[in-house]
């Protein structure tokens, strides 16, 4: 006949001795208390998140209408120049497109970061769109007054010809341009902030192109 052992059933727990146990541990000092450090660390990281948040997002943040009314432009310059030489069957020659310089200065009471700018250059007695520019400005903050690198915007799409000179020959042919800058900064919509005129300077050519 095969013995089973009979093991004792563990005693209850008393519940006099964990009432005290749990009444020892508030009678200890409140460092000693590892509830009262979880609830510093936890307030530590929520204080260090709203922190870089509000540097990150609030600090950052701008209106359309801000934007537009944070920028200054000063030493614009404007010329059409060689982009691209083309050595096709069927063309040899160089293409000539528009191009607007200027820089930005920061007339408002905050940073200015990450503003992407777009020119959108059109023919002026059709309204046709020649090309896009696009460029990302201001990757580091521009601080209130201070001024930026300059800046310039070129479609890549303009005239064809054999060659620079042959722009200045061909006036019947040549029409004038305009760019539309439009910059967005973060959160920001699109604003248009300037309208460019574009000289008929060609860069390399003392002489500008007379429009009949």
């Known amino acids: 006949m095969e013995s089973s052992e009979i093991k004792p059933a563990p005693s209850p727990v008393n519940p006099e001795a964990r009432g005290q146990e749990i009444l020892e541990e508030y009678r200890r000092p409140f460092w000693q208390n590892s509830k009262f450090w979880l609830g510093v660390v936890l307030l530590l990281v929520l204080a260090v998140f709203a922190a870089v948040y509000k540097r990150k997002v609030m600090d950052t943040a701008m209106s359309a209408a801000d934007l537009k009314a944070a920028v200054e432009f000063f030493n614009i310059s404007s010329q ?3 982009t691209e030489k083309v050595d096709d069957p069927d063309f040899k020659g160089v293409v000539l497109a528009p191009e607007v310089s200027f820089r930005i200065r920061n007339v408002s009471r905050r940073n200015l970061s990450y503003v992407f700018l777009l020119g959108v250059f059109r023919f002026m007695d059709t309204g046709k769109t020649i090309g896009e520019g696009y460029r990302m400005a201001l990757r580091e903050p521009l601080p ?15 005239y064809r010809a054999t060659s620079m000179a042959a722009f200045e020959k061909n006036r019947e042919n040549w029409r004038n341009s305009f760019c539309e800058v439009f910059a967005k900064s973060h959160n920001s919509g699109f604003v248009q902030l300037k309208t460019f005129y574009i000289s008929r300077k060609i860069e390399g050519l003392d002489v500008e192109v007379e429009i009949q």
Not at 144 to 158: D, E, H, K, V
């Open 80 to 82: 059409w120049k060689v």
């Open 144 to 158: 209130p007054g201070a001024a930026s690198p300059p800046i310039t915007l070129n479609p890549g799409f303009g």
